[in-house]
C-alpha cells in the first residue's frame, strides 16, 4: 500500500519524545535528555543494560512515569494534557510476567479492557474468541484460569490481551523473557507474523540483542545512566556501532550476526564439476565432483578420486540465490568440499560459492 504524501514515517513519527529528562531523586537521571523518534507501524527495540532507563521511557509513553522536563508526544499531540486513564486504554501494555488476572478464565482476561471501554459482554467474548486464535492458541483454552497454562501459552494470552481494544499503540517490557529459549523463539517469530498482519507501533524493551535486532525495525541503545547511545536499524548497529560502549554490547561477532541481514547479491558463482549417477564414469577424476539428480538438484558430493555411488557424502547447508551472506558462509563452512552449493528457486543447482569471498564482502561492508 502506498503512504498518503507527507505522511511518511520519519515525517510523521507516532511517538516522540522531545528532550525527555527523569529523575526520581537528585543526582544520576534514570533518563537523560531523550529526543527520539518512533516510526508508525514498525517495531522499535529498546535494549541496554539493566538499570539504563528502558522501562522508565516505555512508561513515560503511557504516563505511566511522568517526565521531570521535557514532552512525550503521541500522533502528535503532547500527552501531558491528556487523561492518563483514557490513555493508558488506547495502548496494549504486555508484561514480563503475563500479569493475567488468575481468578478470571482466559476469555475474560482478554476482554478486560474492551470492558473498561464499554463494549457489551457479547461483543468482547467474540472478539476474545478471535484473539485467541490471532495469538495461536486453541479455543478450548478460553474457559481456563491462567495458572492452566504454560508459560508461553500465557504470554500468548497477555499478547491477546494487549491487542483486545485494537490499540494502535502496543508497548512490550520484556514479553518474552520469562519463558525457556524455544518458546521464546515461537513467540518472537508469532509476533513478527502478527506484525505482518496488524502494522502496530510497538514499543518492545528487551535486554537482548539477538531479540532486539531480530523483531526491531528500529533499535535504539541505550547505555547506563539514561543515555541514549545509538538508534538505527539493526543492520547499521551491527555493521557501525557508534562508540565502544554499543559495539561492545552487540557482541564482537557482530559482523557474524550482520551477515544475516545482507543479500548475497553479487557474491560470484563458481562453476561445479557435476554428474548424476548415471554419467558417473564419464566425469572427471581429480576434481570435488557435485552429483546431481536428473531434476538437477544437489544431491551429494564426491570426493577427488572417489567414484563410487557409495562414498557419497551428502547433507551441507543449501545457498539459495538471493538469500543471505549467513546462509552463503553456512554453505561454505558445512559444504564437504569447502565450497557451498548455490541453487536456484527451483533447487537446482546454480553453481559454487566460495569462502573466501563471502569473507571479502564482510571486510568490504565494515569499512564501508
Ligand atoms: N520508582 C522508582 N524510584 C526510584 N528509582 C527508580 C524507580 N524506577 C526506576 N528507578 C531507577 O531508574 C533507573 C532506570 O530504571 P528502569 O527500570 O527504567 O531501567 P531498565 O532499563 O528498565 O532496567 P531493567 O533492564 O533492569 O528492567 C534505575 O537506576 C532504577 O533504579
Ligand atoms: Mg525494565
Given at each position: 500500500m502506498e503512504e498518503p504524501r507527507g505522511r511518511?514515517?520519519?515525517?510523521?513519527?507516532?511517538?516522540?519524545?522531545?528532550?525527555?529528562?527523569k529523575s526520581y531523586a537528585a543526582g544520576n537521571p534514570a533518563v537523560d535528555n531523550l529526543t527520539l523518534d518512533l516510526d508508525r507501524g514498525a517495531i522499535t527495540v529498546f535494549v541496554g543494560p539493566s538499570g539504563c532507563g528502558k522501562t522508565t521511557s516505555l512508561r513515560m509513553i503511557n504516563r505511566m512515569v511522568e517526565p521531570t522536563s521535557g514532552t512525550v508526544l503521541v500522533d502528535g499531540k503532547d500527552i501531558a494534557g491528556q487523561a492518563p486513564a483514557k490513555l493508558r486504554r488506547s495502548m496494549g501494555y504486555v508484561l514480563q510476567s503475563a500479569g493475567l488476572l488468575p481468578h478470571r478464565t482466559v476469555l475474560d482476561n482478554i476482554a478486560t479492557v474492551p470492558r473498561l471501554n464499554g463494549a457489551s459482554k457479547r461483543e468482547t467474548r467474540v472478539r476474545a474468541q478471535e484473539l485467541l486464535e490471532t495469538v495461536g492458541l486453541p479455543a478450548a483454552l478460553g474457559s481456563r484460569y491462567p495458572s492452566q497454562l504454560s508459560g508461553g501459552q500465557q504470554q500468548r494470552v497477555g499478547v491477546a490481551r494487549a491487542l483486545a481494544a485494537d490499540p494502535p499503540i502496543l508497548l512490550m517490557d520484556e514479553p518474552f523473557s520469562a519463558v525457556d529459549p524455544v518458546v521464546r523463539a515461537e513467540l518472537q517469530q508469532e509476533l513478527l507474523r502478527l506484525q505482518q498482519q496488524l502494522a502496530k507501533t510497538i514499543v518492545f524493551v528487551t535486554h537482548d540483542i539477538d531479540e532486539a535486532t531480530l523483531l526491531g525495525d528500529k533499535v535504539a541503545v541505550f547505555a547506563t545512566g539514561g543515555r541514549l547511545a545509538q538508534y538505527a536499524p539493526p543492520e547499521e548497529l551491527l555493521r557501525a556501532p557508534v562508540d565502544d560502549f554499543v559495539a561492545g554490547f552487540v557482541g564482537r561477532d557482530r559482523g557474524f550476526r550482520s551477515l544475516s541481514f545482507r543479500e548475497a547479491g553479487e557474491l560470484p558463482l563458481h562453476s561445479a564439476a557435476t554428474a548424476t549417477l548415471a554419467t558417473l564414469g564419464d566425469a572427471p577424476g581429480g576434481v570435488w565432483?557435485?552429483?546431481?539428480?536428473?531434476?538437477?538438484?544437489?544431491?551429494?558430493?564426491?570426493?577427488p578420486g572417489e567414484r563410487s555411488p557409495d562414498r557419497l557424502l551428502v547433507g551441507g547447508s543449501l545457498f539459495t540465490l538471493g538469500s543471505s551472506l549467513r546462509q552463503a558462509l553456512d554453505a561454505t563452512l558445512s559444504s564437504p568440499s569447502g565450497r557451498g552449493v548455490a541453487v536456484d528457486g527451483q533447487g537446482r543447482v546454480a553453481g559454487l560459492v566460495d569462502a573466501e569471498d563471502v569473507l571479502k564482502r564482510l571486510e568490504a561492508g565494515r569499512s564501508g
Open positions: 511518511s514515517a520519519a515525517a510523521d513519527p507516532m511517538v516522540s519524545f522531545r528532550n525527555v529528562t565432483l557435485l552429483i546431481v539428480d536428473d531434476g538437477g538438484a544437489p544431491a551429494g558430493w564426491l570426493p
